[in-house]
């Protein structure tokens, strides 16, 4: 199925769309929707200014795309999708639009005077609207004696090591995080780099 084009038309500076124009984009949205194909920032351009608005909002190097039956959305070079979540704030449901997803793995070296590891500081890279929810987990794994540079680089295997949220008084901010491993068995060793992985849920500011 080719991409959906309704590209021939000034819609985004002020051109009218006539009702044939409008019926056939509607038909090309409608077959688009029942095969594969893109749409792009060209496809479905702001209609503010048209007779017939097909968008709210102009879409800026971004892509939709419809294949094998998966649908996805592609946002602009070092952008995010937006979604809306229900949070549950205790026992209190909230509807939070404009909520991202972030994830990522690091690692924690090990210090045999506290016999937990070292703490790390997570950056977010974005900086959320709130405290957003934060789930650290121990890989289970570690490496000696190098620093890994690649998820999988975690030879050893440790079904004693966990993993939570640092101990500082500000482990968690709208843009950082803590997080500190332990073990149930005995001290961590100095040598030995401890992997996590995490996940925050928030609202983007």
């Known amino acids: 199925m080719p991409d959906l084009d309704i590209t021939n038309k000034n819609y985004a500076t002020g051109g009218t769309m006539t009702a044939a124009e409008f019926n056939t984009s509607m038909t090309e949205i409608e077959t688009w929707c029942n095969g594969a194909g893109n749409i792009d920032e060209d496809r479905l351009a702001d209609g503010a200014a048209t007779t ?35 949070r549950q704030n205790n026992t209190t449901d909230v ?40 789930s650290v987990i121990a890989m289970g794994r570690f490496r000696d004696n190098t620093d890994p540079e690649k998820f999988e680089e975690f030879p050893g295997f440790d079904r004693h090591l966990a993993f939570s949220l640092g101990h500082n008084t500000e482990n968690i901010t709208k843009t950082t995080c803590g997080v500190v491993g332990y ?23």
């Not at 793995?105 to 934060?134: L, M, Q, R």
């Not at 961590?188 to 609202?203: E, H, L, N, S």
């Open 52 to 86: 017939n608005k097909i968008l709210n909002e102009a879409i800026t190097n971004a892509k939709l795309k419809h294949t094998d039956g998966h649908i996805a959305f592609a946002p602009e070079a070092s952008k995010l999708v937006k979604i809306a979540v229900l």
């Open 95 to 134: 509807y939070e639009n404009n909520s991202v997803i972030l994830t990522g793995w690091g690692y924690c070296k090990g210090d045999s005077a506290t016999g937990n590891t070292e703490e790390k500081i997570i950056t977010f890279g974005i900086e959320f609207e709130e405290i957003p929810i934060v």
């Open 183 to 205: 073990k149930d068995d005995g001290n961590t060793i100095d040598t030995r780099r401890y992997g996590f992985t995490w996940t925050a849920k928030g609202v983007l500011a």
